[in-house]
């Protein structure tokens, strides 16, 4: 374990190293506390996945990490160290220099993430502003990516614009560019959810090949659980901007600890065995997060709450070699079979 309480998961450092990270948003109503103590590493050459529902603070994290939030945004605490750097103190300008090289990402609307009024072949030239070689070499292996990825006959697709391809075809597009800079750390924001189910299942798989060829590392933000436990080798579940969980695939889909991993997985539509006509939900919903909290953020829809979560904001307990999660009921477990 480390001083947080995290578990190191290989004896060499991790890639990305997220530390008791804070960030508030300034808005008129006053500050919401969107990311809280947050700690998680991304170590090489895994990917680690992020769920939650909406409001949860994945694509807040996962926008931190890329240094694209909002004016409104105040990181309070914490670092967001990346190959030993923190990224939070790096210069604008050696930060700018990583994306699109080191870092990279994929976007949640691929209907949004391409520039309409330039061709594909010329946005895919200038993300490989980085690499050496001249126009011709990088138009190559531009056509090769696009091969890659599943665009048919790139030759003649590649001088075409954005919006002359499909939703599918744009994302593959999108997985093409982030991917052909052949980044350290590739960081995708929902990449599946505005696609229908058969082009997720495709996009998923062909993710999952081309991070082992290119052997980055990922960090995959979604709320379809099916398709962090296809693609992921870790997962990190947050709940109201706080990681209420953390473990190998393995452990948070078959050994759940946390009240709101359990609930979770009870919705998941592809875990429900009986045929239903309404579909189950977790009753209430994600906190405001404005004001401080005190006590587990997760009580108002907790089935087990107790005094003690009214008072005390639960630490982070260690379940099993590499799973931790923060709720009482673990404590309590514990000291029962102390
Ligand atoms: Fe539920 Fe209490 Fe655990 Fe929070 S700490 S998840 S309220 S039992």
Redesign the pocket.
């Known amino acids: 374990m480390t001083r947080d309480g995290l578990i190191q998961h290989t004896s060499a450092r991790p890639l990305l190293e997220i530390r008791s990270l804070s960030l508030d948003f300034g808005t008129p109503r006053g500050r919401v506390h969107a990311l809280r103590n947050v700690s998680l590493d991304v170590p090489a050459a895994q990917v680690i996945g992020i769920v939650g529902e909406s409001g949860s603070g994945k694509s807040t994290l996962a926008y931190t990490v890329m240094g694209l939030l909002s004016e409104n945004a105040d990181v309070t605490a914490g670092s967001v160290l990346f190959e030993g750097k923190d990224l939070l103190k790096m210069p604008a300008q050696a930060r700018r220099s990583l994306l699109g090289d080191r870092l990279s990402m994929i976007f949640q609307d691929p209907m949004t993430a391409l520039n309409p009024v330039r061709t594909i072949e010329s946005q895919m030239i200038d993300i490989q502003h980085h690499e050496r070689g001249s126009q011709g070499e990088k138009r190559a292996r531009a056509l090769e990516m696009l091969h890659r990825v599943g665009i048919p006959d790139p030759q003649s697709r590649i001088g075409a614009y954005p919006h002359h391809f499909s939703g599918g075809m744009r994302q593959r597009v999108c997985i093409a560019m982030a991917l052909l800079v052949k980044p350290a750390l590739l960081v995708a924001d929902e990449p599946t959810t505005a696609l229908d189910a058969t082009l997720e299942v495709q996009i998923i798989h062909l993710l999952k090949d081309l991070q082992k060829e290119i052997g980055c590392s990922v960090l995959f933000v979604s709320h379809h659980l099916g398709a962090v436990a296809e693609l992921c080798d870790r997962v990190a579940v947050m709940y109201a901007g706080e990681v209420v969980e953390e473990g190998a695939v393995r452990d948070i889909f078959h050994n759940p600890a ?3 991993t359990r609930a979770l997985l009870e919705c998941d539509p592809g875990r429900i065995k009986k045929s239903t006509r309404t579909l189950p939900t977790i009753p209430g919903g994600v906190p405001n997060l404005l004001g401080s909290k005190v006590g ?1 953020i ?2 108002p829809r ?1 089935r ?3 005094n ?2 009214v008072q005390e904001n ?1 630490v982070e307990y260690r379940i099993g070699f590499d799973h931790v999660a923060r ?3 673990l404590d309590e477990e514990r000291l029962v079979s102390a």
């Open positions: 946390h009240p709101y587990c997760f009580r907790c087990h709450a107790s003690r979560c639960p709720c009482h009921l």
